[in-house]
């Protein structure tokens, strides 16, 4: 499975930004699937995650209420909406594709990560 982000970009404090990750080589219907973020000069962090069949997300307190996760199967693509957003957004994010639900939610061992899409938040 190769995934491709896009969609990062910069935009200031309070705005909005909608980040895909697109699938090739193989359908992502039967993988779950997370976006996790690295800010310079930290450790890569989980945001969310969400189940095979959309049914179940997962976010980071930090996030939660303001991003959400979201798939659409037919179209082999993930999604995070990001509203509000905070300077402290501002990081690489990644998307990552596993079989495992917990790997998706760990960043650990991942079967498949995405080349990174850069979110600069202004204040």
């Known amino acids: 499975v190769q995934l491709q982000a896009s969609g990062g970009g910069l935009v200031q404090a309070g705005g909005s930004l909608r980040l895909s990750c697109a699938a090739s080589?193989?359908?992502?219907?039967?993988?779950?699937m997370g976006w996790f973020r690295q800010a310079p000069g930290k450790e890569r962090e989980f945001v969310a995650a969400?189940?095979?069949?959309?049914?179940?997300?997962y976010y980071a307190d930090s996030v939660k209420g303001r991003f959400t996760i979201s798939r659409d199967n037919a179209k082999d693509t993930v999604y995070l909406q990001m509203n509000s957003l905070k300077p402290e957004d501002t990081a690489v994010y990644y998307c990552?594709?596993?079989?495992?639900?917990?790997?998706?939610?760990?960043?650990?061992?991942?079967?498949?990560w995405g080349q990174g899409t850069l979110v600069t938040v202004s204040s």
């Open positions: 080589g193989r359908t992502l219907s039967s993988y779950y």
């Open positions: 990552a594709a596993d079989t495992r639900q917990w790997a998706v939610k760990d960043g650990f061992m991942v079967q498949y």
């Open positions: 969400i189940s095979w069949s959309g049914g179940s997300t």
